[in-house]
């Protein structure tokens, strides 16, 4: 599946941060989860010099894998970023970029040109989220 994700990230202190966990605009059902995400790259950073990212991901009994790619979108300056999206069933512990569409898997092939990629950083998050 390709999406194009805007993803804009906020600065926010804790006294900001409970404020708005209070306010009655974004009152809703909160569910909370653990993601555990896992990137992937090349051993010379293939991708990152593309400005590309590859991952694992896990979160609540899910595993996905994920390619994004800039492609030369942007946004419109302060911290918005514009990306190409794709997303497949993760089925092991490392990334098949032949499970991705196939204009990812094809992009993704190329990027990476013949190179095993490894893992090269894991992160823990719990996500907060709510309907409004």
């Known amino acids: 599946m390709k999406d194009l994700e805007t993803e804009i990230k906020l600065l926010a202190s804790p006294a900001m941060l409970k404020a708005l966990h209070r306010h009655p605009l974004l ?4 569910h909370t ?6 990137y992937f ?3 010379d950073a ?3 010099r593309a400005r590309a990212t590859l991952r694992l991901r896990s979160s609540d009994g899910q595993r996905e894998q994920t390619f994004k790619q800039s492609g030369g979108h942007r946004g419109n300056g302060g911290s918005a970023v514009r990306r190409e999206e ?3 069933p993760a089925t092991g512990d490392h990334p098949d970029p032949a ?3 196939p204009e990812a ?10 190179q095993d990629t490894a893992p090269f950083a894991s992160v823990k998050v719990q996500r907060r989220t709510r309907q409004i």
């Open 105 to 114: 898997a094809a992009e993704l092939t190329q990027l990476i040109d013949g």
């Open 33 to 38: 989860s653990l993601l555990v995400t896992t």
């Open 27 to 30: 009152a809703g059902e909160e």
């Open 41 to 43: 790259d090349t051993p």
């Open 86 to 88: 794709w997303t497949a």
């Open 46 to 48: 293939r991708l990152h």
């Open 99 to 101: 499970s991705f569409a």
